[in-house]
Every structure is written in C-alpha cells, then in structure tokens.
C-alpha cells in the first residue's frame, strides 16, 4: 500500500510506475531488479530471522508483474527452499479479487504454488443467505445455488457473468486442488471495515443466526478464519478510521468512501470520518463481552465446533468430491433457504426459514451437535427456525 501520503519513492528512484496506478497509488515497478529483490528479501526476513509462521500477501492482484516468472512464484520457490532448510512449514497465503486458481496451484502444473488463498465468494454467499442483504456486489449471491456453488467447487465467479464488474470473472477451480488451499469466513476486516458504519454480524442477526453462521463457517470445506471477536460476538463496529496529516487528502478519501457506499445502496450520513479519533476508538474490542451470558453461549459453541473439527476427519476432508449440498427454497428470499451440506459421513442441517424444517435422519444417527431444541423420529429430524445440527 503505497498511497499518496508521505510517498516520496518517486524521488529516490524508480520504485514505481508512474501513471499505472492501483486502488491504492501508482503501482510497484515490479520490471526493477533491486524493487523485487528488496520484496522477497523483506518476505523471507520475517520468515527466517523472526521464525514467523507465515504471511498473509495482501491485493496481490495490485501486483502488476511483466516477467515471464511472476513474483508471487519467485517469492513461493525461495519459502519453499527455505521451509526445507529449517524443516518447518511456512505458509504464504494470497488475498486476491481475480478468483484466479494460478495462485494456489502447484508449480508443476503452470501455477505459483502459493500454500492458500482467501475466498471473498464463499463470504459473500454465506453473507447474503444469512442477512438477505443483495445490494452491490452481493446482488449475484443471491442465486439459489451460491452456497452450494462455493461450498462444493470453491469459487461462485468461476467464468460466469458479475453484474458488479460486467463482465465474466474468474476460473474454475480444478478438482484435484485440496479444499482446504481456499480460507473462508463469515467475516473479516475488509467486509467489515468497508461497509459505511463498520457493522459487525451481531448488528443485524439474532444469537440464533449468530450461532448458524459458527456452524457454517467451521464445518466449510475450506481453511476457517475468525475476525477478532467473532467468537463470542463482539458488537463493537470495526470502522475505517486513518491518519493522514493532510487535511486535503483526508476529505479526498471520506468523498471517495461515500461515493463507494452509494453504489452499494448505503446510507452515506451513516459513514463515520475516517479522521475523527473516535471511529478509531469505537472500534476497540470489549473484552468484557465475552463473559455475558449470550457472547459466553456463543463462544463455548465455537470451542465445541473447533473440538468436533479436530475431531471428525469428514469435517478436514480436502477432496470436494466429497462434499455435496442441496439446498431448499421456502417463499424466495436468500435468507430463508434451507441446507443440508453431507461432508462424507457427517451431515450439516441448517434451516433459516421461518418455519420448522424436517431432515430425513437413520434412526442410527448421532447427534454431534445442536445450536437448539430438535425433534426426533425414527427416521427425521426437524429444527425450529434459525437453526443448525450436525449428524454422524
């Protein structure tokens, strides 16, 4: 994140292209010598020198790369070599808006061998079937299939048309690519952080939803990830706050969030400035919470879900072959769907319609876990509303 703020590289040397810019500034020159080797050297200093486990690569889809060997492959060889040498694993894990597999697949079959890579699509279906919100770049995850389609295949723009770009976007992930190379979540301090107040899950869902979005988020087929607090709740917001010592450039970024927001259907009298110190401190957890009886339920249901994961190995299985969902339609709204996600011999039954919803179950079946009261035949099982089980 190179921005305009306290940026003099330009006048040092040639760090960056000029005129070809990103999100965030003009881009790094990438065609240098001495501005690669000045990366992965930094890369593989954290890696080595302060035996960090792994990195989190951020936008890597800013990184504008003319080489034949791109620099996420280059940087992915020489972590490589070096976990070798220090026999321990070391992770490099890429965020990126292409929904490109190149990323992630092994360097044998033309790709960068990145260990994992975030997954914005199966955030955003999951989003939309718990809140119904479809406005913006939700809009095309409103589809009866978006979760299916992320939880069995990976990406939802896998080459279909996005209304949000227009145009078609992404690849197919290949089958033999393992699940667990795709890091999913319910949320995280983009999707947060880039809404106009900040909101968290807990602003708008109810504990029971809450309690379904755990489930879904740590039985998925992909690598879990938690945002801060998310385990008991938190309703703290997390908003965009920054620093910038120009006044002019402060005002430049609150205008360009609100015209964001507007495009999404936001309220733009709801966007806090970023340059208040107040947003920066409203957005400090309270770690009290954790101990209330509602965010303390939700986080023992947490450690459960993360006990029952380490324990079934259906719930870790990295072969989507083995994962199917189907999915129910009640009155048309994303929100009120009905799951039912067979990770092998594990069963997740999920119903967010507003009405009971009954599961075909062998009487043999085990009851591994229950976010609420069930009923049980010999042959069903029925979950009240907002509700979710898993089943042996």
């Known amino acids: 994140h190179l921005g305009p703020s306290g940026n003099y590289l330009p006048l040092f040397g040639p760090y960056l292209r000029e005129g070809e810019s990103t999100t965030w500034g003009d881009s790094v020159n990438l065609d240098e010598d001495a501005v690669r080797e000045y990366i992965l050297d930094n890369a593989l200093m954290w890696l080595r020198d302060f035996q960090v486990d792994g990195l989190r690569l951020d936008a890597v889809h800013a990184l504008h790369d003319r080489r034949p060997v791109h620099l996420l492959r280059e940087l992915a060889e020489r972590v490589d070599a070096l976990s070798a040498q220090q026999n321990r694993p070391l992770s490099l894990i ?80 290949p089958a033999e690519v393992p699940s667990w190379r795709l890091v999913t979540f319910a949320q995280d301090h983009d999707q947060i952080g880039n809404r106009a107040a900040g909101d968290r899950l807990p602003a708008t869902l109810s504990p029971d939803r809450l309690a379904v979005a755990a ?29 910038h010592p120009e006044p002019e450039l402060g005002r430049a970024v609150a205008e360009g969030r609100t015209a964001e927001f507007a495009r999404m259907g936001w309220d733009p009298d709801a966007v806090p400035d970023p340059q208040d110190p107040e947003t920066f401190h409203r957005s400090h957890l309270d770690w009290a919470e954790a101990e209330a009886p509602e965010h303390s339920r939700l986080l023992s249901l947490y450690r459960d879900l993360a006990r029952l994961r380490r324990a079934r190995p259906e719930l870790t299985d990295p072969d989507s072959a083995h994962t199917t969902v189907e999915v129910r339609e009640t009155d048309g709204r994303p929100e009120h769907r009905v799951y039912r996600i067979d990770r092998g011999g594990v069963s997740v039954l999920v119903n967010l319609s507003p009405a009971p919803a009954t599961f075909s179950v062998p009487a043999t079946a085990d009851l591994l876990l229950a976010t609420a009261a069930l009923t049980r035949s010999s042959t069903s099982l029925t979950l009240p509303p907002d509700a979710a089980a898993i089943v042996n």
């Open 215 to 243: 489930v879904l988020t740590l039985t998925a087929p992909g690598t879990p990830m938690l945002f801060m607090g998310e385990e008991w709740g938190a309703t703290t917001p997390w908003q965009f706050f920054t620093s």
């Open 94 to 173: 890429a965020e990126s808006d292409l929904n490109d597999p190149t990323l992630i697949l092994p360097r044998e079959a033309g790709g960068y061998g990145l260990t994992a890579q975030w997954s914005d699509d199966w955030h955003h279906a999951v989003h939309v079937a718990l809140t119904g919100e479809t406005a913006g770049y939700y809009t095309d995850f409103a589809a009866d299939e978006a979760v299916a389609k992320v939880t069995e295949g990976g990406f939802f723009h896998d080459g279909s048309f996005s209304s949000f770009r227009d145009r078609p976007h992404g690849s197919p992930i």
